[in-house]
């Protein structure tokens, strides 16, 4: 389980300097490092997220960036919706669909992925944000998020920014705790289908907190553009790798 500790530090790195790329980085990694499924994957990497995250907000409670108004506002959308739709592809795993779940959810995570990539180089998603409203992008972000596990840094981040008013650091502190609960009601969705690897969840968070010092170092002294490269570099490889092995499959 070595190479999942490392995996796990590698994503607590990720998650706390960027806000962006957690879940489209974690569910190819978990697919591919581990040997998960795609469901499984989303479910597992969901309650990674959400442990690590609790250790990260504590970080970045510290610097007192964090916004708990807007935070609150994006989620008493974004978790009712959440949590519907992973209960509801957790119904259709256990019900005998899982090679179409896993195969929609494979696509649906390369999807997202190059989302991500569009949205950290251009301002397309901040302008449809912007034009949709806080409402909207929080229940879209919801949705993404209970059928994939992806999609709350790619929306949230965004929507932080533009329709929240948000300077990038602050909106990324903020993004955290609004991560933790995403991930917490997808884990609570599908978990209860009996799709989550804890023994995968354990080795990851534990290489996940070990990284935390050099995480929280790095988003203290990182310049911006730095951490969009690393990030960026680090999820068109997961989408490349996951779509060559879906592609092969």
Known sequence: ?????????????????????????????????????????????ALFSAVLKVAISAQHLRTRMMSWMDAWTFLRISVPVTVVIALAT????????????????????????????????SAWVG??????????????????????????????VPALVRAHGLDVKRAVATSIPIGLALSFAVSIGLSSN???DFTVVWWAVLGGVLSLPLA????????????KLATSSL????ILTLAIRAASA
Do not use: K
């Open 1 to 45: 389980m070595i190479e999942v500790v490392i995996l796990g530090a590698l994503l607590g790195i990720v998650i706390t300097i960027s806000g962006v790329g957690a879940g489209v980085v974690t569910t190819p990694a978990l697919i591919v490092v581990a040997g998960l499924d795609p469901l499984s994957a989303v479910a597992t990497g």
């Open 90 to 121: 957790g119904s259709l795993y256990a019900r005998g669909f899982s090679n179409l779940v896993n195969q929609v959810t494979t696509w649906a995570v390369i999807g997202c992925g190059m989302v991500a990539l569009a949205s950290l180089y």
């Open 127 to 156: 302008i449809w944000i912007e034009r949709a409203g806080r409402s909207v992008a929080a229940a879209v972000t919801g949705i993404f998020v209970g059928s994939t596990g992806v999609g709350g840094g790619i929306f949230v």
């Open 194 to 196: 009996g799709v989550t």
């Open 216 to 227: 929280g170092w790095l988003f203290r002294i990182m310049p911006a553009h730095v951490v």
């Open 235 to 238: 999820i068109l490889v997961s």
